[in-house]
């Protein structure tokens, strides 16, 4: 198990979330309180999960903090840079369609996959 950190980034009225490690149920609650301390009045909250190259179903639960705040704020989240293994937990737990759409009922996040330049799978240099 790696160490999990996780940087922000406030522009205006938006907040950039960056975790970097792998994402399990040891660090779930780093980002839970990150997205806690989102200051009030953020409009838009992103997720970049560039640097996250494994996360288990404490990502599909993060998922779910983040639909919970968007609703609880009225903001607008949404998640990208995507790496294949958590995508694919997404997927397999139907959270994410062929698109790389978040999918949830009333949902307020979405998931963008960047494709890299080569064509290939994962994040964008």
């Known amino acids: 198990m790696s160490t999990m950190t996780c940087t922000s980034a406030r522009h205006a009225r938006a907040v950039v ?69 958590p995508l694919r937990v997404l997927r397999l737990n139907g959270r994410a369609a062929r698109d790389g759409r978040y999918r949830v009922s009333a949902a307020c996040v979405l998931v963008h996959r960047r494709v890299r330049p080569d064509g290939g799978d994962g994040p964008a240099g």
Request: charge should be negative.
């Open 17 to 85: 979330l960056s975790p970097h490690g792998d994402l399990d149920f040891g660090a779930l609650p780093l980002l839970c309180r990150a997205l806690a301390e989102v200051p009030a009045g953020t409009r838009e909250v992103t997720l970049d999960m560039s640097d996250v190259p494994f996360m288990d179903i404490a990502g599909v639960h993060l998922m779910e903090e983040l639909r919970l705040f968007g609703l609880r704020r009225r903001a607008s989240v949404e998640t990208v840079g995507w790496q294949r293994q």
